[in-house]
């Protein structure tokens, strides 16, 4: 099928007209309307608009396309609330964005937020704008989290998040967001289609993974949330159908749905790893409880006895709001023993952990464990001894006998990614070689100095290297 779907993030605005005063004068016998608890106008739509709408954010990015003009004074003059088209080739972007921990942790699309230099939040019902930073992101699933720069101790009105199993075909949903850059907005339709199947391995996400729905969804409302009448999230909204072998369509919009959502932040934030520790138990991302999904052998997590399928209740005494929480607390008792009261089918059992700082256990000690071969990070001085623009890590040993000598590798060869992903430090190699299995494959992309003639170049290919 020819289709044409487009992402809703809004290219960027200039300064809108002033803003306009406008004053209702009514005469001094009319009587003040007196508000009524039985109003009728305040149905469950309204209800959910006024429990959400203050999670709800609006989100200025700046690229790479340099500017005339500061960025705080680009960033200002987009917030006005009026609204003005700017300049095609604009440096700016324009998204929606929802608050998922009150700490100022929110949830948008990671095309959104991708390859920006800054990116500036506002809450559609406040006026305050806060800079923020991408903690991490998963292109595959289009999901991104970010952090706002509060002030410390600041707190923010955050979303719950519904079931992943809880979607009702034909229910009524809401969509927030800043369609065309106007600020903070709402429309309603019905959930049209659940998603229809799940993402194939390698593959990009498209409308059969989608939600899709015919609340009007416009540019500028990417990374927003679509809601059900609770008032949780069941979705971030992140395309509209446009266009179906060339006839215009209307009342077809899309949203990652909150399984996919979970599963992205399941695996761009782990819980495996708090701060620079290593507590080793995975948690699925959703409302308390939480429950364990996996355990990592040889962990802390492991040692102390945690389990698949355990629901976590109190950690030192303190409930865990959601898996952001969880690991601010793990990482905030990380120097002692941790107090975690899970729920099994027995009963009620007090575990106690103490994490251990992940460099102490994934470093280059287990990549040379795990494959080898040892690796030096490709630091300033190596690629000016090897003329050569890279990142990853120079070869200087190969283990005879040794998995990395059976692949061919040898002294001299760079390592520049690991299964297609790009790792920067031994840390991060080790974190992705420890899942592995004993005689598993990596795949790694390798450069090797070669010589043609008088002419020396770097010839790049790919080598399969089954661990140990």
Sequence with gaps: MNSRFTHIDHPGR?????????????????????LVDN?????????AVEQVLPSVVNIATRNAVPARDPVAEAFQSWFNPYYRQQAPDSPYSLGS?????????????????????????KFVTGTNVYQATVVASDPKRDVALLKLNARPGEKFHAIRLAREDDLLLGETVLALGNPFGLGGSVTRGILSSKSRSLPKENTPLDIPN?????????????????????????????AVLSEVKGEPVQGIGFAIPIRLVEDALADILPTEFVKSYWFGARVKVGSYPLV????????????????IGDALLQVNRRIPKNFIDFGELLATNAAADIAITVRRKSGLTDLNVRLV???????????????????????????????????????SNVQPGGPAAAAGLQSGMLVTAVDGQ??????????????KRAGEAVRLSI??????????????GEVDLNLR
């Design 14 to 34: 200039g300064a809108g007209a002033a803003g306009l005063l406008l004053a209702l004068l009514l005469p001094a016998s009319i009587p003040a309307l007196e």
């Design 39 to 47: 109003d009728v106008r305040r149905d469950a739509t309204v209800n």
């Design 97 to 121: 964005g929802v608050v998922i921990d009150e700490s100022g942790y929110l949830l948008t699309n990671d095309h959104v937020v991708r390859q920006v230099e800054e990116i500036a939040v």
């Design 210 to 238: 989608w939600l899709q729905t015919d609340a009007p969804i416009n540019p500028g409302n990417s990374g927003g949330p679509l809601i059900n009448l609770r008032g949780e999230l069941i979705g971030i909204n992140v």
């Design 292 to 307: 364990v999904t996996s355990v990592q052998p040889d962990s802390p997590a492991g040692r102390a006895g945690f389990r």
């Design 357 to 395: 700082p992940e460099k102490s256990v994934f470093n280059a000690a287990l990549v040379l464990e795990k494959t080898g071969m040892k690796l030096e990070p490709l630091t300033p001085q190596l690629l000016a001894r090897y003329g050569v623009r890279a990142s990853g890590f120079a070869i």
């Design 422 to 435: 790009a790792v920067g430090d031994a840390t991060l190699l080790a974190k992705l070689l420890y899942g």
């Design 447 to 460: 450069a090797a100095l070669q010589r043609t003639g008088n002419a020396n170049f770097w010839g790049k």
